[in-house]
T-cell receptor
Framework: GAVVSQHPSRVICKSGTSVKIECRSL??????MFWYRQFPKKSLMLMAT?????????EQGVEKDKFLINHASLTLSTLTVTSAHPEDSSFYIC?????????????FGPGTRLTVL | AQSVTQLDSHVSVSEGTPVLLRCNYS??????LFWYVQHPNKGLQLLLK??????LVKGINGFEAEFKKSETSFHLTKPSAHMSDAAEYFC?????????????FGAGTRLTVKP
């Protein structure tokens, strides 16, 4: 149980285009979803916390107009990288949590590798 | 805010010998602590978690960790390393009782297992 999927697993795009990454909880309803970014050989950096039906909460230094997050249902959150540039190339990982307002285990997706040419 | 420090960026052991990956945490509340493993180009897999029950936590693949409040530590151990244990390991802290269950990751420890 508690499986999280991401699509696509890998994407290559041209500079200036927008890319959408989907995160789905397959066998549970995720009240809260998280988006992380991981640079090569580095740790995960939390980008934003997303609650179903409300606006995402972004971490300091993360541009909300650059990284659009939509959490339209309890099983789906999307991250759109708008007008992507080479410096946006990274490994993006989402996670989903079962309970709201309390600490609970996060279940992580397999990640999406974005390469911007 | 909560944080973790993984004391070693790289640990190398021989197959069959014990593994020790060190982690110290800082938390304003009663923390939940986790260890995750990441194999190359893969997602994160939960090894084990501590959420205020038994201080010695047993996880998958023979790993265990002990929560020591007096030392603010949560070190990960395994009695005998296997080649398949080679991966990146992350110690993670999350403040319990705080209405925001975001997790803070350590910098990671890369475990190498020599034949």
């Amino acid at each position: 149980g508690a499986v999280v999927s991401q699509h696509p697993s890998r994407v290559i795009c041209k500079s200036g285009t927008s890319v959408k990454i989907e995160c789905r909880s397959l066998d549970f309803q995720a009240t809260t979803m998280f988006w992380y970014r991981q640079f090569p050989k580095k740790s995960l950096m939390l980008m934003a916390t997303s609650n179903e039906g409300s606006k995402a909460t972004y971490e300091q230094g993360v541009e909300k107009d650059k990284f659009l997050i939509n959490h339209a249902s309890l099983t789906l959150s999307t991250l759109t990288v708008t007008s992507a540039h080479p410096e946006d190339s990274s490994f993006y990982i989402c996670s989903a949590s079962l309970l709201a307002g309390s600490t609970d285990t996060q279940y992580f997706g397999p990640g999406t590798r974005l390469t911007v040419l | 805010a909560q944080s973790v420090t993984q004391l070693d960026s790289h640990v190398s052991v021989s197959e069959g010998t014990p593994v020790l990956l060190r982690c110290n945490y800082s938390s304003s509340y009663s923390p939940s602590l986790f260890w995750y493993v990441q194999h190359p180009n893969k997602g994160l897999q939960l090894l084990l978690k501590y959420t205020s029950a038994a201080t010695l936590v047993k996880g998958i693949n023979g790993f265990e960790a002990e929560f020591k409040k007096s030392e603010t530590s949560f070190h990960l151990t395994k009695p005998s390393a296997h080649m398949s244990d080679a991966a990146e390991y992350f110690c993670v802290v999350s403040d319990r009782g705080y209405n925001n269950n975001d997790m803070r990751f350590g910098a990671g420890t890369r475990l190498t297992v020599k034949p």
